[in-house]
């Protein structure tokens, strides 16, 4: 019997991470839906709209790393299939000196920030309702920022080809972050800051805990050191990571952007049934990024190897996928009104049209995704960054004149499915031209 080649060991290593992912994103989506009826009980309707506009500010800070985390993933993969293993450390060292270097300052400003602005008039809250609005956002910025370098351990094993791993940290933070708002809930409390403390020291502990494991037990000879930091190999890092820096600013703006319009244009009470329709709809998202992210950095490898027929290969296994996800996609729609009747009960209302807009708005990310995946791991992102930053500056203008027009959360939520449009008709043309070697001038940049 003949060795395994690399392509067959690359595939064996994918199918391994994707089925580890999807039992532990299958978790993972338990533990979200459990914690939607925990939190709603807790803080009623208004609160839980002001936490989870909240949540998507908090989101921010996860892009702030200009993109070290995603470069750190693709040049880590790309100097392990070389056998740069010096250069794999110098990377891991310098990456997480950097990320260090930007938080400090980061964590500094958000902090003045808050002290000084009216945050009640920005998100449109009631001081009467929810009265330590400041100090809830100055606890949960402090956690959220000591939480980011950590975080750039996921990012390390993505590199490895291991993001199993990486979803089973967060798995544990967010079951962690249940569990602290289950004994909140009956605790008689309904208390914005406790369920905000619990929801972001979770994560923290998590990524603090796994250091020493990730890097004294498992793979001491890449641990940070001081001695390695080498600017060179952060500049690299850079180079790359600027760009998806730019497309995850652009994509904050598209995505999470869209919680703080929404309690401006019409109230925060209606952050509540968008965010349920958008928690439902997004369990098919979580499913495909569970077999879209092993690909990114297994075609990294492939492409440094020059093994353009397994890129190929694997592109016809996700068009089967996307087809399914589809089919999927429409019976949720169908079943929708039972589900949220059982999930949630009376608290809030979803209705139908909604449940149709989210849909639709998912099925546009995941069919994007289906193609940029691969795209980024090979490294061309040219063109998504301009597409993804035209649709971050035409979207709020859109959506602020389409809500004052309509008065109508479906039209704000068509905008969001629009915008996105062209970006997934150009993410599968630059796809198609190079794997087909036709790719020239911005299509191959």
Not at 175 to 195: D, N
Not at 327 to 342: F, R, T
Request: glycine letters at 6%; one cysteine or more.
């Amino acid at each position: 019997m003949s060795a395994p080649t690399q392509s067959d060991q690359r595939t064996s290593l994918l199918r391994k991470n994707i089925l580890g992912s999807f039992l532990i994103k299958g978790w993972s989506a338990v533990v979200v839906l459990l914690m939607v009826p925990v939190t709603l009980k807790c803080l009623g309707e208004y609160k839980n709209g002001v936490w989870l506009t909240i949540s998507s500010i908090l989101m921010w800070i996860d892009y702030m790393d200009i993109g070290l985390g995603n470069g750190l993933r693709n040049k880590l993969a790309a100097h392990l299939a070389h056998g740069e293993t010096e250069r794999a450390h110098s990377l891991v060292s310098s990456t997480f000196a950097m990320l260090t270097y930007i938080m400090i300052p980061i964590l500094a400003i958000l902090l003045i920030l808050v002290a000084l602005l009216d945050t009640y008039g920005f998100l449109n809250v009631s001081p009467g309702k929810v009265p330590d609005l400041d100090a809830v956002l100055m606890v949960t910025i402090t956690f959220v920022c000591s939480t980011f370098i950590f975080k750039l351990i996921g990012n390390f094993y993505m590199g490895l080809q291991l993001p199993a791993v990486s979803n089973l940290l967060v798995a544990i933070g967010q079951t962690l972050a249940l569990t602290g708002c289950y004994l909140v809930y009956l605790s008689g409390s309904h208390s914005l800051m406790h369920i905000a403390l619990v929801n972001t020291a979770a994560p923290f502990l998590t990524y603090v805990l796994a250091y020493p494991v990730t890097f004294y037990y498992k793979y001491p000879q890449l641990r940070p050191q001081y001695k390695l930091v080498n600017l060179s190999e952060a500049k690299s890092v850079m180079t790359m990571g600027v760009k998806f820096f730019v497309m995850q600013i652009s994509s904050v703006v598209l995505f999470l952007t869209s919680n703080i319009l929404i309690s401006k244009l019409f109230s925060p009470a209606m952050v509540t049934p968008y965010q349920i329709a958008y928690r439902y709809f997004s369990l098919m998202l979580v499913a495909f990024t569970v077999i879209c992210m092993p690909f990114w950095n297994a075609t990294t490898d492939a492409y440094e190897r020059c093994d353009m027929a397994w890129i190929r290969s694997a592109n016809k296994k996700m068009n089967v996928m996307t087809l399914l996800i589809l089919i999927s996609m429409v019976l949720m729609v169908a079943v929708s009104p039972w589900i949220y009747d059982i999930w949630i009960g009376d608290k809030t209302h979803v209705g139908i049209p909604m449940s149709i807009a989210m849909a639709a708005y998912i099925f546009i990310l995941i069919y994007s995704m289906r193609y940029s995946y691969f795209i980024n791991g090979i490294g061309k992102l040219w063109l998504q960054l301009v597409f993804t930053v035209s649709a971050a500056i035409l979207f709020i203008p859109m959506a602020y004149f389409t809500a004052r027009w309509s008065h109508n959360i479906i039209w704000f939520m068509t905008v969001m499915c629009l915008v996105n449009l062209p970006g997934l008709v150009v993410n599968r043309m630059q796809f198609q031209k190079l794997i087909n070697g036709t790719a020239q001038g911005i299509w191959n940049r």
